[in-house]
C-alpha cells in the first residue's frame, strides 16, 4: 500500500545543544501536523548533527497519531537523515510492532523532501496484515 502527503511541522523545542569540535550536536522536540494520506499529529525526538558547512545529519522517533488511508490507529517512525552537498536525504521506518488500533501490524518504510519553499512532503509504502 502506498500513502503520500505533507506535514507542517508545528514546533521546534531546542531541548538541548552541545558543542563540540567541528561538530554542533542539538536533541530537539517536534511536533507536526499531516495532511493527505496521513491525516493527524506526531510527536518527535530527533538528535540533529550541525557543522561548520551546516546541518549534516539527524536521527529521530516520531510517535504518530491518526488516521492512514481510512485505517486509525498510532505508529512509531524511526527516521533517519542527512545531506550530500546540498541534497539532503531524510528516510522513515515504521518500527514493528508500534500499530495499534487499525494499524497493528503495519510496517514498511518512506521518504521525507523538502522544497525549495520549505514544504515538507512524504510518501509510505506499508503492508497491513490481511491486505
Given amino acids: 500500500m502506498h500513502a503520500t502527503g505533507s506535514f507542517e511541522i508545528t514546533a521546534w523545542d531546542t531541548l538541548a ?3 563540540r569540535e567541528g561538530a554542533s550536536i542539538g536533541r530537539n522536540r517536534l511536533t507536526k501536523t499531516f495532511h ?4 493527524g499529529t506526531s510527536v518527535t525526538e530527533l538528535l540533529t548533527v550541525a557543522t561548520a558547512s551546516g546541518p549534516a545529519a539527524y536521527t529521530g522517533i516520531e510517535h504518530l497519531e491518526g488516521v492512514l488511508n481510512g485505517r486509525k490507529g498510532t ?6 537523515g542527512g545531506a550530500d552537498g546540498d541534497r539532503p536525504w531524510l528516510t522513515w521506518i515504521i518500527v514493528e510492532t508500534s500499530g495499534t488500533g487499525e494499524l497493528t501490524g503495519i510496517h514498511g ?3 521525507i523532501a ?4 520549505g514544504t515538507h512532503t512524504f510518501t509510505l509504502d506499508y503492508q497491513l496484515p490481511g491486505t
Fill in 75 to 80: 505508529l512509531v517512525l524511526r527516521h533517519n
Fill in 114 to 117: 523538502v522544497d525549495e519553499q
Fill in 17 to 19: 545543544t552541545d558543542e
Fill in 36 to 39: 493527505g494520506d496521513i491525516a
Fill in 109 to 111: 518504510q518512506g521518504q
